[in-house]
């Protein structure tokens, strides 16, 4: 049973950071890269270590992903 | 054209070090030396439950420390650099203001997350979680109040004032425990309770409330810095 | 199933080392970085990974004499401190970029040549 879904996350982590990279839209890429970050936090889970799923669900998902948002906003409002 | 084909023979080399690296992989049957000293005696010495915190806290407590240090001078260089000046301000620039839900839901969870940050790295010797988790959780409720409203103003004062104040109290908890203890960042300055306790684990909460507070504060410093509404030079 | 998360571990590093070197946008090179990061910290965990074993959170103290069945905690300590540099140094390099993007008004890693020989 683990198996599948540790097959499952692997295909969504390696597709999210394959849209991470070649997307032309800055915007996907960062929440592509959000999403790896968060699939990345289960796979902690099963391997059991709660408190590195723990950390990496609050800060590598969700502080990083805002404040890659803040910058590129940003970078867009310089732009216009 | 001479770079990418140099590009693609490192990735290959890499590639191939990852492949030797996976086919000698052996999924681990009995613990390392060191991880198994950790496990037999880490509750009898340390008294905390979750062993992830005691190695944290106490036996790499200095590789914590020197964390917590390049945290506060990512911090301070991020200020530096994008310094702000307040004259600068464009008075006129009209901010749409957030939805009624998000004003609401503001005022209604910013207390209620703080409380789960401080909840978190109480028990960080318990229950999976601690300083740094509680830290981010903290720093997430300032985040959401800049959400709500973009003009708010982190007052500076009170960040330095708590990030100051709880990384002196960490190094001078762990210099009692030079004087009390078997050595820097020892826990056993206090008794060490009943085993999976709230008061337990000596000095360990101690240490960890404060290492939440530095945290909290300086993600809360990051967060705020770059949330600021301030446009870059045209 | 550690196998399988072996695996993914260690194509995220690559995908994020290719990142870094070839892409050409300073903006997405900070999110290579940061895919190589969350890359390393899977391999660590997984090398610590101990077959049936459970959380290093023991729910009594283990007698005299006996290893409870956990699995490794020093790589979960070790990634718990690499996680929050992580956040640390993902938000200095795009500070750079903000302050890059201000002085050459481009993106573009070609158009800033002032250093280059």
Do not use: C
């Not at chain 2, 070090?17 to 086919?23: H, K, S, T």
């Not at chain 2, 990384?167 to 085993?195: P, Q, S, T």
């Not at chain 2, 360990?204 to 705020?224: D, H, M, Q, R, T």
């Amino acid at each position: 049973m683990f198996i599948i879904i540790a097959i499952i996350l692997g295909v969504i982590s390696l597709v999210g950071g394959y849209i991470a990279l070649t997307n032309p839209k800055l915007s996907v890429g960062i929440i592509a890269t959000g999403i790896v970050s968060l699939v990345a936090s289960i796979l902690f889970l099963l391997l059991a270590a709660p408190d590195v799923a723990m950390t990496e669900a609050a800060i590598g998902s969700g502080l990083t992903t805002v404040i890659f948002f803040y910058v590129l906003n940003k970078i867009r409002q310089g732009n216009a | 054209m001479l770079k990418k084909i140099l590009i693609l023979f490192l990735l290959a080399g890499v590639g191939l070090i990852f492949f030797d690296l996976f086919q000698s992989y052996q999924s681990a049957s009995e613990l390392t030396t060191t991880a198994k000293y950790y496990a037999d005696n880490g509750a009898k010495e340390v008294g905390a439950a979750n062993l992830v915190s005691a190695i944290v806290v106490t036996y790499r407590g200095l590789d914590t420390l020197g964390e917590v240090s390049i945290l506060f001078v990512t911090a301070a260089i991020i200020s530096f650099v994008l310094k702000h000046k307040p004259e600068e301000e464009d008075k006129n620039r009209v901010i749409k203001p957030a939805s009624e839900i998000l004003n609401t839901a503001t005022v209604f969870l910013t207390p209620v997350m703080i409380m789960v940050g401080i909840y978190i790295f109480i028990n960080g010797h318990l229950t999976p979680g601690g300083g740094f988790q509680g830290g981010a959780v903290i720093a997430s409720a300032v985040l959401l109040i800049f959400l709500a409203n973009p003009k708010f103003h982190l007052n500076h004062s009170i960040i330095a004032f708590v990030e100051s104040i709880s990384g002196v109290a960490f190094v001078v908890v762990g210099a009692l425990g030079l004087i009390m203890a078997g050595g820097f960042l020892d826990n056993r300055i206090l008794g060490l309770g009943e085993f999976g306790t709230l008061f337990s684990a000596g000095a360990l909460p101690i240490i960890y409330i404060f290492i939440g507070l530095k945290v909290g504060a300086e993600l809360s410093n990051i967060v705020g810095i770059l949330a600021q509404e301030q446009n870059i030079k045209n | 199933m550690e196998y399988i998360i072996l695996i993914t571990g260690l194509a995220l590093i690559l995908m994020g080392l290719y990142g870094i070197m070839y892409i050409k946008n300073i903006f997405r090179i900070v999110i290579a970085f940061a895919l190589f990061d969350t890359g390393i910290n899977i391999v660590m965990v997984t090398i610590g990974y101990l077959r049936n074993g459970m959380a290093p959170i023991l729910d009594k103290m283990p007698t005299e004499g006996t290893t409870p069945a956990i699995v490794d905690p020093v790589p979960q300590a070790l990634v718990l401190t690499s996680i929050v540099i992580g956040l640390g140094v993902s938000a200095l390099m795009l500070t750079y970029v903000l302050k890059l993007y201000e002085d050459k008004k481009s993106l573009d890693i070609n158009s800033f040549k002032d250093l280059k020989w």
